[in-house]
């Protein structure tokens, strides 16, 4: 196993609990020096607030890690390509390498949709993804199938009383 997929199979630790709690699973570990600073994993439900993603949670405890705003020698790992919001965070960050897992066709912001890392912005980071693509994507499709059975389980329950 390489350093990338050591990293993303941390980052898949994190979206497993997350689906565990009711949340979609992505998940996220920064790394300097190639130890992991920081992590984070989504809340949106839980916590109820849009900003709970997994890369925001873990830019800002990073950031208090390590005492700055600037993550300029951090890589991020994620198991699904950033949004919008989270691409601009990364951009905002500094953050040096980002890897993702699997891409998002609806609201990927590293390629899929759109990639603003092309953008003329002050920072540009290195963006790869697939790493460990099909075990992300794997993770994110099994949640979303167990999400729908789960409704159509509830429909039938209210439907028969």
Same mark, same amino acid.
């Given at each position: 196993?390489?350093?990338?997929?050591?990293? %993303?199979? %941390? *980052?898949?630790?994190?979206?497993?609990?997350?689906? @565990?709690?009711?949340?979609?699973?992505?998940?996220?570990?920064?790394?300097?020096?190639?130890?992991?600073?920081?992590?984070?994993?989504?809340?949106?439900?839980?916590?109820?607030?849009?900003?709970?993603?997994?890369?925001?949670? *873990?830019?800002?405890?990073?950031?208090?890690?390590?005492?700055?705003?600037?993550?300029? =020698?951090?890589?991020?790992?994620?198991?699904? =390509?950033?949004?919008? %919001?989270?691409?601009?965070?990364?951009?905002? *960050?500094?953050? @040096?390498? !980002?890897?993702?897992?699997?891409?998002? @066709?609806?609201?990927?912001?590293?390629?899929?949709? !759109?990639?603003?890392?092309? +953008?003329?912005?002050?920072? @540009?980071?290195? !963006?790869?993804?697939?790493? +460990?693509?099909?075990?992300?994507?794997?993770?994110?499709? =099994?949640?979303?199938?167990?999400?729908? *059975?789960?409704?159509?389980?509830?429909?039938? !329950?209210?439907?028969?009383?």
């Amino acid at each position: 196993m390489n350093e990338h997929e050591k990293f %993303m199979k %941390m *980052a898949l630790g994190r979206a497993s609990t997350a689906a @565990k709690q009711g949340e979609t699973p992505v998940g996220c570990v920064i790394v300097k020096d190639g130890r992991v600073v920081s992590g984070g994993r989504n809340r949106r439900e839980n916590g109820k607030n849009a900003l709970c993603h997994a890369e925001i949670s *873990a830019i800002n405890a990073a950031c208090k890690k390590l005492g700055g705003w600037r993550l300029c =020698e951090c890589d991020l790992y994620v198991t699904l =390509e950033p949004c919008p %919001m989270c691409a601009g965070a990364i951009i905002n *960050a500094r953050i @040096k390498n !980002v890897y993702f897992g699997a891409s998002d @066709k609806k609201a990927g912001s590293f390629g899929s949709v !759109v990639n603003l890392a092309e +953008l003329p912005y002050n920072h @540009k980071p290195n !963006v790869e993804g697939g790493i +460990l693509e099909k075990e992300c994507a794997f993770v994110l499709s =099994e949640f979303f199938k167990e999400l729908r *059975a789960n409704k159509k389980k509830s429909k039938a !329950v209210e439907e028969s009383i």
